[in-house]
């Protein structure tokens, strides 16, 4: 469901005109390394990530990916806060 809903995205962008390009990748392990990696494949212009929700818990111990990604990207990173 998901990714029909995101090819629908991308579909609806180069319609208009953005030229924008869907891959997809399974990965086990770290998130945020995977992500960095297929960006630099890609030659990625921007990453676009969500920060997820907050918790009670240390942020030292659990970082989330939009809280690591600016860190290993070579691009700039747009990290969208969770909505409340």
């Known amino acids: 469901m998901l990714q029909m ?3 629908h995205q991308v579909a609806d962008l180069q319609a208009a005109g953005v030229e924008v390009e869907l891959k997809t990748k399974s990965t ?3 998130t945020a390394p995977a992500l960095v990696e297929v960006a630099r494949e890609c030659r990625a212009d921007l990453i676009v990530t969500g920060e997820g929700p ?10 989330s990916i939009g809280q690591r990604m600016p860190r290993l990207a070579s691009c700039p990173v747009l990290v969208i806060p969770p909505q409340n």
């Open 5 to 7: 809903k995101v090819r």
């Open 28 to 30: 086990f392990g770290e």
């Open 54 to 63: 907050r918790r009670r818990l240390p942020r030292i111990a659990f970082r």
